[in-house]
DNA sequence: AACGGCCGGTGACAAAAGTCACCTGATGTC
DNA sequence: GACATCAGGTGACTTTTGTCACCGGCCGTT
């Protein structure tokens, strides 16, 4: 992978754009880059930008008051970060935490650009509305599911999630690391997954998970 | 109450709009009536508008595949109804269900009217914009609630957004009610609520629950 | 090769929540 | 007043989920 710019992202990801708005985009965003597994944003936070993410997969969590994670979802190259938006308008902090899962890059428009995109970029506007709506939809499924699953739907729920979001069948997931994201506890995603195994529905191996189907 | 006109209200309640903006809406949206315990909003329902609640209070609820309702906030004089936003935006439905528990009236924004009303009133694009970020807060205190709580807490958590919601000490609930909202059981809640009183939290009545504190 | 750390498996148990059956007392209706 | 209905209480039980203790294998480091 060569070391994108500013304007290779734009041009590639952000094709609904109009010429200007890219050019306006490149004249005053800027770029910042982390290592797989660092945090891009953490509890307490303020935003003083948008957030596009241009490169590498982040995932989204919800803090709890005692240190707990429950992960939400995805952002992917493409992707602005809903938060990052919400929390830039009202400078208010949230407990929200993202980590980097791959080398990622983003892009960061200052809030004082906002506005004046909002109003002059018909496709920004398009872009932010449905950056909303997309979250909001993406909110109320996890919303579903843990109202009105057990954990052994979720559980499916989830590996379905990660299989679409790292395109691939297999996972290289723990079942530490699931059990913190779905906020449970090692024991039981192992037993949970154990018997979808013997459904057929995965295959379990040290390290990752194959998914059937 | 005498019987308000559509002028009235928007005078009344977006008094941070300019003038021009609230000719505009007068003159465009329609008022729409709601008795005490009707749906304004079902699962599956188109919207063409946008909602502003200007009378009464609407409960909104997330449905589950098999009929399960879960409370998610209330919607109050003042407030827009974010989801109507969204999905009239996108021309989609969604598992969505807005139930008035008082009389209720809603004014209605034709979708084909926001574009022009965001690039045109800054009052407006705020409004919305603040709109999207209470909601999505919101959203997250119940993630939060339901994902990081037991159902003592949840159930905690719920009586005192009533009581803020309906600014009374005394609940016009009942357990059975309350159950249905939290997605359990009546016993439960039933077992959980005396609990709550042996603490002092609460006293429990025929038909309502008083608040202390 | 030896060590320690990480990954996963397992049995036993505890706590939380849901379910079932049935009861009591209040309320409203005819 | 008789009756049905509704709100709520209660005990016994099951299921689900979490917790604890401990084991064994895999793997990287030294």
Redesign the pocket.
């Known amino acids: 992978m060569t070391q994108n710019s500013i304007s290779d992202y734009i041009h590639e990801l952000f094709t609904q754009f109009e010429p200007a708005l890219k050019e306006k985009l490149i004249a005053h965003v800027t770029m910042k880059s982390f290592k797989a597994g660092e945090l891009l944003m953490q509890t307490g936070q303020y935003f003083r930008s948008t957030v596009l993410i241009v490169k590498g997969r982040v995932k989204l969590y919800r803090e709890g008051t005692d240190g707990d994670e429950f992960f939400m979802y995805y952002l992917e190259p493409g992707d602005a970060c809903a938060l990052s938006m919400i929390c830039a308008a009202k400078q208010e902090s949230s407990k929200i935490m993202g980590k980097a899962i791959d080398d990622s890059t983003i892009l960061m428009v200052p809030i004082a650009l906002m506005d004046e995109l909002m109003k002059l970029y018909p496709s920004w506007y398009y872009f932010v509305m449905e950056t909303y709506r997309s979250r909001f939809e993406e909110l109320l499924l996890v919303i579903d599911s843990i109202a009105f699953n ?3 739907e979720r559980l499916g729920f989830y590996l379905k999630k990660q299989g679409e979001h790292l395109n691939a069948k297999q996972l290289n997931l ?3 690391e699931i059990a913190t994201d779905l ?6 995603i ?2 949970l ?2 018997k979808m195994e013997q459904r057929g529905e995965i295959r ?1 191996y ?2 990752y998970i194959e998914l059937l189907n």
């Open positions: 057990g954990l052994d723990t079942h530490q906020n449970s506890s090692r024991e039981v192992s037993r997954l154990k379990l040290r390290n």
